[in-house]
Nanobody
């Protein structure tokens, strides 16, 4: 099973920037979607932005125009550049990857794998 290692979290003032990185290793088969979710205190975990192997992205309206995701398929890494950070961006950010996994005798399924999370704190 793929392992995800996250980095880049920390403390930043409102209006500042951070860059989160996630590296996947141990993937025997391909990885489809890869990206970031976040969970604020007392809130549900929600999608921030993800990207598939072809470069198509999905993102939350709350981060549109501020966050940019990129992916290096050869290295199996994904980077989230976060600009114009707001206090409401404060959360634990989790890397997620959809690992292609054999299923049954002939098929394949996408199996979600999560990183341990990295804390982003944006001060007022």
């Amino acid at each position: 099973q793929v392992q995800l290692v996250e980095s880049g979290g920390g403390l930043v003032q409102a209006g500042g920037s951070l860059r989160l990185s996630c590296a996947a290793s141990g993937a025997i088969f391909g990885i489809n979607d890869m990206g970031w979710y976040r969970q604020a205190p007392g809130k549900q975990r929600v999608l921030v932005e993800n990207i598939n192997s072809g470069g198509a992205t999905n993102y939350a309206d709350s981060v549109k125009g501020r966050f940019t995701i990129s992916r290096d398929n050869a290295k199996n890494t994904v980077t989230l550049q976060m600009n114009s950070l707001k206090p409401e961006d404060t959360a634990v950010y989790y890397c997620n990857a959809e690992q292609v996994t054999p299923w049954g005798s002939t098929g394949y399924r996408n199996v979600g794998v999560w990183g341990q999370g990295t804390l982003v704190t944006v001060s007022s």
